[in-house]
């Protein structure tokens, strides 16, 4: 995944990594998080001679996404952002990434409103997540989230029912560990599946972590594999929830993600976990459970519940 700063500023970059790992006949898949404001010609290029996905970060309608990600001369960039959007439909399987900010409830848009929005301009499932608290940067207070979370399952199950499926991630990853009962052994997947370049060729855990020196797994220009692996299992050591604080007495350890990222710029703590965000995700949990539950017991609705959404996983895959 190539991820900014802006990416498709260097194009160059990405095609001698695309190279280097194989081109087209590499086992990954290639994506690109762009903040969609790129030249098409540059990316016409790369699209029609590479297999790569776009993500674009978008953050919902043009006052809050203008609001939120102007130019540096102050002008907005949605419509641009859209437009390269709608083009690049033609080319790739084209996603969204949202970030949520306190400013969307101050302008009246709640969780429910972003999913629509994404529907009516083509996107499904899109990855919406609230702004991470950094650098003493709290972000919402947590009953609001709670709220907003609560509402958009209600939102979402309903659609289900009656056949006209919406969706975002979270309740994604909710009802796809209800579904398959796996244990979620790790909070998120930094390090342990994932592991970010940044452009001095320095290696971390994730994108996240860019800026956390003490967790620097090495460069690859010139790597002391033996180090990296070490410090890389260091990292995943911490990284499983049995070893993180609160979690092994947590029942919502099996199913709960997060991001260590977020945790740790809230906490200072790479082992510690942001109260704030655990009450989310178990309150979310519980009531997603408590609706599903409720839910089974009409047999009609759960029915229509169940084809809809085996149909929507369906025309995913
Ligand atoms: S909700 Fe928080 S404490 Fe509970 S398992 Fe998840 S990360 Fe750990």
């Not at 190539?2 to 970059?13: K, V």
């Not at 102007?70 to 419509?79: I, L, T, V």
């Not at 702004?131 to 609560?150: H, T």
């Not at 599946?193 to 855990?205: A, E, Q, R, Y």
Request: aromatic share 12%.
């Amino acid at each position: 995944m190539f991820f900014g700063g802006e990416p498709t500023m260097n194009i160059a970059a990405i095609n001698r990594v695309f190279d280097a790992l194989g081109g087209d006949n590499a086992p990954q898949l290639f994506g690109i998080v762009t903040n969609g404001t790129f030249s098409r010609k540059e990316i016409q290029h790369l699209l029609e001679t590479h297999k790569m996905t776009l993500t674009f970060s978008i953050d919902g309608p043009q006052d809050i996404h203008d609001f939120l990600r102007p130019y540096s001369d102050g002008r907005g960039s949605f419509n641009t952002v859209l437009d390269n959007l709608r083009w690049a439909q033609q080319f790739t399987r084209v996603g969204v990434e949202a970030t949520f900010t306190p400013d969307h409830i101050k302008r009246g848009y709640s969780l429910v409103d972003l999913i629509e929005f994404f529907h009516s301009i083509g996107i499904d499932g899109p990855h919406i997540v609230p702004v991470a608290p950094r650098n003493g940067y709290r972000g919402f207070e947590p009953d609001i989230l709670i709220r907003e979370y609560k509402q958009a399952i209600d939102y979402c199950l309903q659609s289900f029912v009656e056949g006209r499926p919406r969706w975002y991630t979270l309740l994604v990853n909710i009802l796809g560990a209800f579904a398959d009962g796996r244990k979620r052994e790790y909070l998120c997947p930094a390090g342990v599946s994932t592991l970010c370049v940044d452009s001095n060729g320095d290696l971390h855990p994730c994108f996240m972590f860019v800026g956390a020196a003490e967790f620097l797994l090495g460069n690859i220009f010139h790597l002391d594999k033996s180090d990296f692996e070490k410090r890389r299992d260091t990292f995943i050591r911490a990284a499983r929830k049995s070893n993180r604080s609160n979690c092994s007495s947590c029942w919502a350890s099996n199913i709960c993600g997060g991001c260590m990222g977020s945790a740790f710029w809230a906490t200072g703590c790479l082992t510690d976990n942001d109260p704030a965000w655990c009450e989310l995700q178990r309150q979310t949990i519980a009531y997603a459970a408590q609706r599903l539950s409720k839910l089974h017991s009409d047999q009609a609705a759960w029915q229509c519940f169940v084809d809809t959404l085996t149909k929507a996983t369906n025309d995913v895959e």
